[in-house]
């Protein structure tokens, strides 16, 4: 199994900033996406970034410019920097790890989630 716990979230006035973490750990054999959706309340959870295990991006357009992943293979472990932040980045924002085995075999899974309040 594998477990994924973020830390970083909190309240920021706008145009602050704030960043994310996500540890990843457990049986992680094979090769992964990891990236961050936020759900705001009464919406769906919606993508904001991933990442792939060599480091190739994939933004949303609404953060595009403002939010940067990163990630160190090494730690099993993705951030979120957050600039210049919005009220309508306010949110639960949760962790995402896609493995891919080496079996082909494909596995998602979520954290609990943290709260980014921003506000106006």
């Known amino acids: 199994q594998v477990q994924l716990v973020e830390s970083g979230g909190g309240l920021v006035q706008a145009g602050g900033s704030l960043r994310l973490s996500c540890a990843a750990s457990g049986r992680i054999l094979g090769t992964t996406v990891m990236g961050w959706y936020r759900q705001a309340p009464g919406k769906q959870r919606d993508l904001v970034t991933t990442?792939?295990?060599?480091?190739?991006?994939n933004y949303a357009d609404s953060v595009k410019g403002r939010f940067t992943i990163s990630r160190d293979n090494a730690k099993n472990t993705v951030y979120l920097q957050m600039n210049s932040l919005k009220p309508e980045d306010t949110g639960v924002y949760y962790c995402y790890l896609n493995l891919r085995s080496i079996f082909g075999r494909s596995n998602d899974y979520w954290g609990e989630g943290t709260q980014v309040t921003v506000s106006s």
């Open positions: 990442i792939t295990t060599s480091g190739s991006t």
